[in-house]
């Protein structure tokens, strides 16, 4: 570790004296027409063939030696501008790049089509255009993001209906999910229909699946980095969207002109209505609440806020009901130290909850569960040169988790007061990472970062005879530990390392390998998270999981880059990943402990990916060959076993077709190898005629094949000159041929329609669950 | 606790209106598995060992009977009793092993149960536990069921009254019997709870089911040990699972029992209380 701190440290001191007599073009890049910063956009310099990109917020920054140069500004969906410079002394440049607007039914691709695909160092990433987003069909109507990344490559979804992801043989948890910075425990609305990311909103959402930059860590498998638009600094606009399920509106404006400005969004379902008139006891809402504000302060000093807060809410008649949500708030100020030198100074929080409660005389209680974060973090961007930048920073969180308490509900309660053990942590990670452009042609990037976990008291641990004993756990000892005193601090060192090799002009070969390490675990043994799960941190029982992967792609642009293709395969091994005993019992658990069995996974698999960015038509293809296994002690015998995510190929296509003015299609294919499932060897009676199974090997078969094909087509009338909004429908259909899809499988006594047992009761039968047959939708938009 | 989950997954299958169907599914037959279902308790009367095999998820017939083990049960005296294949020869108890002498167990008692089908040996070793008398059953008419009964006149409730002893760590097990046939809300349903969260006073818990004037009303309460507590929270788990998509995936529940054999020996105290039911008016 030391020799490669000092390593940097020379590296970075020769690249600084080597730059001495050179000065600096640097700036800002936004969007011309509401002034939103572009994140990702290419700087080229003309003369030297080289460039940079625009950093997360915005802000470029490039070191040459004196003298005229033309510089080309260009990102997809905008026109390239370029601008001759003389740079005899350090130039401040903001630029703002004007909207390409796609000539319909001329496919010409104007200006400069980015090469990002093949020339960027980053693999393994996703970038997602929200825009394509809205254009495609959605369930209930709903553009989520979240249900695009279930598409990408190297990302299996565990069906229909849920909002979680799985990424290179990752588990749910696994993936590290942000809005604004910000953490995101359960990303669910009502159990996973939609995802908490109101499209609106959102200006950026990229997936990392492999080669993560240093500056990310704490999940093992994936980064999901969705950062939300700043607001118009020109004018006042908004938005606003009908549909089935859910209405949302949102609007933006300058505070001042060119300097400040808002947004505010919010959506709401409002099934509960329909439900209330038709005088239906069960009722079911969710909302979403963003808002931002940000201040150029001037071009040294920005500063943001943005807040978010999501609830879901679910009664029963007045007997039972529960509710969660997530609220984070992100203070961000960017700074620019000199021109060279870009900052990024957070202030995080982070909060999930939720809460049932049941409304009986005796049996009613109200339990509570919720986890707070709070971070620090410092990064910092250094532009050394057009060959070599540097990121470096350090990050602090406070974590508090509060697994649950009881709350009867009266006096008369049969329940008394109860409280699980609260957990706490405080996570610090340092990192540098180096962008180093070795030669034209190979460019790597190099780092680490530096994890270390503490679990802190107060608290307990106990001790037990076995600790691996959950039937008949025996605490032998009580270790006290006061507040804030180390329980057990866990120290890893993550290297990071990926490289580019240019081929020729449109293609590349990459490689990467990254270790990972993730000190938050999820409670839960079934395949889907649900919002009442519990999260723990590392601690006395609980390792740190540790992840390393390999990657290696192959990156082409084919068509003058009006396509892109890559091709990647990936080798990931997984250490002390978290599962539970056979048979746990992860809920309200005082001695959970005892459940916890860690132990290996292993994950390989190629991806393969085509996608059109420009023109009328545009979307992608993507296939996945993988599998999954996992190996641990005390659970499915210590066998190696499939994971409940295993999915062994994966096929993808999305499209859109601007057809006219008017009209533009979308459609959606999906198609997957069934998920495993466990099923039976046998069955026997037992007891007062239960009718149990005999299981003998964990996910040992497949669920029928997943397919399905969704539709939509959205219709922008023409608006009306003198009208100051516009107005677009899109209609949708979801699983237009019908498939049944498997969701789940369970086994019964064979039953009748009406529930009813057929004959002695000994015949026994499987019942597939499936979710959603044909469903169309529409929704209404109007943009003011 | 485990009423919450139920309560969460049966909202989840509301909340989703999901279809489903019968599907055909390749199971491979695992190889025969001796099933053992004992109960041993403080009032003879309930008192029997059941042998059979498990058998194929396909198969319409019910768990072929082991007629020709030897069981015996012995308790910490070495007091050795042997069980006989039914002994009255009754056509209905086929499989079904009884002392020579019907007896009742004792609390604080530690029994050893060994069974041997063909050549090998199944054994067990259970504590008899006191268990927390019913203080009393009451009678109340459930309103909403009253709006709409499943059958004409069936909408009264029983409550259940308890003490429940805040000194010790106790697990109960509990049946319900209309009539003297065993009643259940949902037919995966086991009764059973830890005091870990319970507090001194149990008034007025509702059981299963609903009862027509005139019925009978019969509760048996039984001290289980923390092992039968968790054989039956696994079998629970085991009964209600959607298939690992939500709940953790199936699992063979947890036994007492050595060798491999499914089922459990259950040895309590047991307490039993039986009412008449009439208007509370």
């Not at chain 1, 998920?675 to 964990?698: F, M, N, Q």
């Not at chain 2, 209905?92 to 604080?108: E, F, L």
């Not at chain 2, 259940?160 to 697990?171: C, G, I, L, T």
């Amino acid at each position: 570790m030391r020799k490669f701190l000092l390593t940097t440290c020379v590296v970075l001191c020769t690249v600084l004296a080597s730059a001495q007599e050179k000065v600096t073009l640097n700036g800002y890049v936004r969007d011309a027409s509401n002034g939103e910063e572009l994140l990702g956009v290419t700087v080229l310099i003309v003369e030297i063939a080289n460039g940079v990109v625009s950093n997360n917020y915005g802000f470029y920054s490039i070191t040459l030696a004196p003298g005229n140069y033309t510089v080309k500004y260009s990102f997809i969906g905008y026109k390239t501008i370029e601008k001759k410079i003389t740079l005899d002394k350090d130039i401040e440049l903001n630029i703002a790049l004007p909207e390409e607007l796609t000539e319909l039914e001329e496919v010409v691709v104007t200006g400069e089509s980015p090469i990002a695909n093949v020339s960027s160092i980053q693999m393994s990433r996703n970038d997602l255009d929200i825009k394509q987003v809205k254009k495609l069909p959605a369930l209930f109507g709903e553009p989520d993001i979240i249900k695009t990344i279930q598409m990408l490559p190297g990302v299996i979804s565990a069906g229909e209906g849920t909002s979680s992801f799985f990424v290179r043989g990752g588990s749910a948890d696994q993936n590290l999910i942000l809005i604004d910075e910000a953490p995101v425990y359960d990303p669910s609305h009502l159990f996973g229909l939609f995802s908490v990311f109101n499209a609106d909103i959102i200006k950026d959402s990229e997936l990392y699946k492999g080669g993560i930059p240093s500056r990310f860590g704490g999940r093992l498998s994936s980064i999901l980095d969705v950062r939300t638009r700043d607001g118009n600094n020109k004018e006042f606009e908004g938005e606003a969207g009908i549909g089935l399920l859910a209405s949302s509106i949102s609007v933006e404006g300058p505070i001042k002109k060119d300097e400040s400005s808002y947004i505010f969004s919010a959506r709401r379902s409002y099934v509960d209505l329909f439900l209330r008139a038709a005088n239906n006891d069960n009722l079911v809402y969710f909302y979403d609440v963003n808002a931002k504000v940000n201040w150029r302060a001037n071009n040294k000093n920005r500063f943001f806020l943005s807040v978010y807060s999501g609830r879901d809410d679910f009664s029963f008649g007045e007997d039972f009901g529960f509710d969660w949500g997530n609220k984070t708030a992100t203070f961000r100020w960017n700074h620019l130290f000199s021109d060279k030198l870009f900052s990024n100074t957070s202030l995080i929080a982070s909060s999930f909850d939720y809460g049932l409660g049941i409304e009986d005389p005796v049996q009613g209680i109200r339990w509570d569960s919720n986890l707070q974060e709070y971070s620090f973090k410092n990064d910092f961007n250094y532009f050394a040169s057009p060959q070599f930048e540097l990121d470096f920073g350090y990050h602090v969180t406070y974590k508090r988790f509060a697994p649950g308490k009881i709350t009867p509900s009266s006096d008369e309660s049969i329940f008394k007061a109860t409280e699980l053990q609260h957990e706490y942590a405080l996570d610090h990670a340092f990192y540098l990472g180096a962008q180093h452009e070795l030669s034209s042609k190979l460019t790597m990037n190099y780092g680490a970062r530096l994890s270390a976990f503490q679990s802190i008291g107060k608290g307990d641990v106990y001790l037990y005879e076995n600790p691996k004993d959950n039937i008949d756990p025996t605490r032998t000892d009580t270790l006290s530990f006061k507040s804030f005193e180390p329980i057990k601090t866990y120290f890893n060192f993550e290297p990071r390392f990926s490289m580019r090799y240019m081929l020729n002009e449109s293609s590349s070969m990459k490689m990467s390998y990254n270790r990972m390490v993730q000190n938050t675990h999820l409670i839960s043994s079934g395949t889907v998270p649900l919002p009442f799960n519990t999260w723990a941190p590392s601690s006395y029982y609980l390792k740190p999981q540790i992840a390393d992967q390999v990657a290696l792609g192959y990156f082409k642009n084919l068509n003058d880059n009006m396509y892109e293709f890559s091709v990647e395969a990936y080798y990931k091994t997984m250490d002390n990943v978290t599962d539970f005993a056979d048979n746990a019992q992860v809920f309200f658990n005082t001695d959970l402990s005892t459940e916890y069995r860690q132990g290996d996974a292993e994950a390989y698999g190629m991806e393969f990916f085509l996608q059109k960015k420009e023109g009328a038509l545009t979307g992608f293809i993507a296939y996945t060959l993988s599998k999954t296994e996992r190996t641990i002690d005390g659970v499915n015998l210590g066998n190696t076993f499939l994971a409940n995510y295993d999915r062994r190929h994966s096929l993808n296509m999305l499209a859109t077709y601007d057809y006219s003015d008017k009209w533009s299609f979308g459609a959606g294919f999906t198609y997957g190898t069934g998920r495993p499932t466990t099923i039976p060897s046998g069955t026997y009676e037992w007891g007062d005629g239960y009718s149990a199974d005999v299981i003998t090997e964990r996910n040992g078969y497949n669920l029928p094949a997943f397919h399905r094909l969704d539709l939509s087509a959205t219709l922008t009338p023409k608006s009306n000159a003198n009208k100051k909004w516009k107005t677009s429908w899109v209609f949708s259909l979801y699983n237009a041929y019908s498939r049944k899809n498997p969701f789940s499988l369970y086994t019964r006594v064979k039953q009748d329609k009406d529930g009813n047992i057929i004959g002695d009761g000994n015949e026994k039968e499987a019942r597939m669950i499936y979710l959603f047959p044909i469903l169309p939708s529409v929704t209404y938009n109007i943009k003011f | 606790m485990k009423n919450l989950y139920k309560y969460i997954l049966f909202s989840l299958t509301v909340f989703f209106v999901s279809c489903e169907e019968t599907i055909d599914i390749d199971t491979i037959t695992s190889e025969p598995k001796v099933v053992i279902d004992g109960v041993l308790t403080n009032n003879s009367e309930l008192n029997f060992i059941k042998l059979s095999y498990t058998r194929g998820f396909y198969s319409l017939d019910p768990n072929p009977a082991i007629t020709d083990a030897v069981v015996t049960v012995t308790d910490d005296a070495d007091n050795e009793v042997v069980y006989l294949h039914n002994p009255n020869n009754d056509p209905s108890k086929k499989g079904y092993y009884y002392p020579q002498t019907p007896y009742a167990g004792n609390i604080w008692t530690t029994y050893r149960l060994k069974v041997t089908v063909d050549g090998v040996d199944y054994t067990a070793s259970e504590t008899m536990l006191p268990v927390t008398e019913i203080d009393s059953l009451t009678v109340i008419i459930d309103e909403e069921e009253m709006e709409d009964p499943d059958e004409e006149g069936e909408f009264y409730e029983v409550l259940f009254y308890a003490k429940e002893p805040q000194d010790r760590v106790d697990h109960y097990l509990f049946k319900f019997y209309k009539n003297g046939l065993t009643l259940r809300d949902f037919e995966g349903d086991i009764y059973f709870a830890d005091d870990d969260f319970l507090g001194e006073s149990i008034s007025g818990v509702p059981t299963a089911g609903y009862y027509k004037l005139g019925q009978y009303a019969k509760v048996e309460m039984y001290s289980i040990t923390r092992e039968a507590f968790i054989y039956y929270n696994d079998l629970s788990n085991l009964l209600n699972n959607d298939g690992g998509m939500f709940t953790p995936p199936p699992a063979n529940p947890r036994t007492n029992l050595s060798n491999g054999a499914f089922g459990y020996f259950q040895v309590s105290a047991v307490d039993i209380m039986e009412i008449e039911i009439k208007d509370p008016n």
